[in-house]
């Protein structure tokens, strides 16, 4: 079965704190995304990764970077913390090609107080 | 805005119904559109596609398309407690890495 993992569940941070959310996915997929799910909102993609180093802005990539150093690892980076970024985070991994099956990990619930 | 616009529910059916769930989008580029369903707490995970117009079944699951009318649902069949989750829809391009999804419905099965 396809593994995606995010290394914690549940984070509290502090505003103006730099974080780092981690992925690793374990079925060797190019494409990797980061989304954010709100209440009412649905998730929205924030950035997204279809090859190691390469990374493209998603709908709200504003306050967020990204890193893929590696295939099987992409992290997502909040510059300075603040407390609109309250969210569910949540990781996923396709095959190579658009419109592919996402994997999704369990998600990081963030709070930023 | 490419929107996919889906009621957020409660859907609420009796155990052994048909429940049917309903996404229209904005975007006629979409050609490929998801069904995930999402337990309480938690992450989302694909029970159907669909890409042609028209009807496609697996098990107790049907979607059905209408690119004409921009409309996408999903049935299901001899409906479970079990099935009770949130329903998200999710459309995208051929050419695009992007799927855009839909707030969702939540659907609340009745023993």
């Known amino acids: 079965d396809v593994k995606v993992t995010q290394s914690s569940r549940y984070l509290v941070k502090r505003t103006g704190e730099k974080v780092f959310l981690e992925c690793v996915q374990d079925m060797d997929h190019e494409n990797m995304f980061w989304y954010r799910q709100d209440p009412g909102l649905g998730l929205r993609l924030i950035y997204f990764?279809?090859?190691?180093?390469?990374?493209e802005k998603g709908d709200i990539p504003e306050g967020y970077s990204v890193s893929r150093e590696k295939k099987e690892r992409f992290s997502l980076i909040l510059e300075s913390a603040s407390t609109n970024q309250t969210s569910m985070y949540l990781c996923a991994s396709s095959f190579m090609g658009t419109n592919e099956k996402l994997f999704f990990g369990s998600g990081t619930q963030l709070s930023v107080l | 805005q490419k929107e996919v616009e889906q009621n957020s529910g409660p859907l609420s059916v009796p155990e052994g119904a048909i429940a049917s769930l309903n996404c229209t989008y904005s975007?006629?580029?979409?050609?490929?559109f998801f069904w995930y369903r999402q337990y309480s707490g938690k992450s989302p995970e694909l029970i159907m596609f669909?890409?042609?117009?028209g009807d496609k079944e697996d098990g107790r699951f049907t979607a059905q398309l209408n690119k004409a009318s921009q409309y996408v649902s999903l049935l299901i069949r001899d409906s479970q407690p079990s099935d009770s989750a949130t329903y998200l829809c999710?459309?995208?391009?051929?050419?695009?890495?992007?799927?855009?999804f839909g707030s969702g419905t939540r659907l609340l099965v009745r023993p």
């Open positions: 999710a459309g995208g391009e051929d050419s695009s890495y992007k799927l855009i």
């Open positions: 990764s279809y090859d190691v180093k390469m990374k």
């Open positions: 669909i890409y042609s117009n």
């Open positions: 975007d006629r580029g979409s050609q490929s």
